[in-house]
């Protein structure tokens, strides 16, 4: 069974940090590219950032470049997602994402967790 579990989110003061783990389990973690997405009150779901699969390719959306990092740990099928110089704009929900290939595209959502940057 495929299963993406967010963990890490919480309040935070405007200029502080946190680090989101996202542990994989029933997929082979080290074939899919990571991403990290997220969701704030009525707005999309939006893109924050990637990473390939054996972590040479990275992007980031402009509002977090020099901000956020994203990483991975292939053999502990974790990825991670490091918040630093937070805002109050960056409340959401945080949602970790796996794509890859197996007979067929696979894409693999965890349930969320929720960061709020508010003083």
């Known amino acids: 069974q495929v299963q993406l579990v967010e963990s890490g989110g919480g309040l935070v003061q405007p200029g502080g940090s946190l680090r989101l783990s996202c542990a994989a389990s029933g997929f082979t973690f080290s074939s899919y590219a990571m991403s990290w997405y997220r969701q704030a009150p009525g707005k999309e779901r939006e893109l924050v950032a990637a990473?390939?699969?054996?972590?040479?390719?990275?992007n980031y959306a402009d509002s977090v470049k020099g901000r956020f990092t994203i990483s991975r740990d292939n053999a502990k099928a974790t990825a991670y997602l490091q918040m630093n110089s937070l805002k109050p704009e960056d409340t959401a929900v945080y949602y970790c994402n796996a794509k890859g290939y197996y007979f067929g595209i696979k894409d693999y959502w965890g349930q969320g967790t929720q960061v709020t940057v508010s003083s």
């Open positions: 990473i390939t699969s054996a972590g040479g390719i990275i």
